[in-house]
């Protein structure tokens, strides 16, 4: 059988939209979701879920209520579930997001950032 | 608060042996873990989970029993649930796993490489 790696920076290639994720794997029910990232996102929270932030390139701060954290390239960190947050990034970021299928970008709050969830690159 | 990024050559610092993986980050009920590997681990399977591969440094090759997949830096794969694998590398290379909470680095195999599950660095 022909086995093939899923290698990051191709799949970055074949896309430029900013705060979209693509989907580029499944494991069991989790994605793993690439997102070119860029100026201030939503505040939100994902109510049932933690999710993970894990920087490929650039660097990303994520503004809690209490706080913030500041991510550069190798760098992760895990969202608790129903901690609002807000991604912020000063210059084009690219990120790794591991969420369970079928969550939505901006969680609780939706509006116009709202991506589809479930698109595969 | 004071939050924290979970810097992965930190991480990889904070330890030598080989086939030995420390866990970096939790969410919900799975884990990130961090492994040094070289040389050839022993065949296995994990009848009940997907397994996550991705490398951070360096080079591995996953044989499966009817081919492998050769994954670099910033390349993953998704080894599926009940599916025999071998992971190999030639020279030393830093993987990034992620899989639920609670499974055994040798799988249903077992034997000497069988690593403590839950040790954190």
């Known amino acids: 059988m022909k086995y093939s790696p899923i290698n990051l920076k191709q799949k970055y290639a074949q896309f430029n939209e900013h705060w979209s994720p693509r989907v580029i794997a499944e494991m069991n029910d989790y994605q ?3 997102a070119k990232v860029k100026g201030e996102f939503v ?3 994902h109510s049932d879920t933690d999710e993970v932030f894990i920087v490929i390139e650039g660097s990303l701060d994520i503004e809690f209520r209490d706080g913030k954290v500041s991510l550069k390239a190798g760098e992760m960190f895990v969202v608790p579930k129903g901690i609002e947050h807000k991604p912020v990034a000063e210059n084009e970021c690219q990120i ?5 299928k079928g969550v939505v970008n ?4 939706g509006g116009e950032l709202t991506a589809n969830d479930d698109v595969w690159v």
């Open 43 to 45: 505040w939100h929270e």
């Open 106 to 109: 901006t969680g609780e709050t």
């Open 96 to 100: 790794m997001l591991v969420e369970p």
């Open 32 to 34: 793993f979701k690439l």
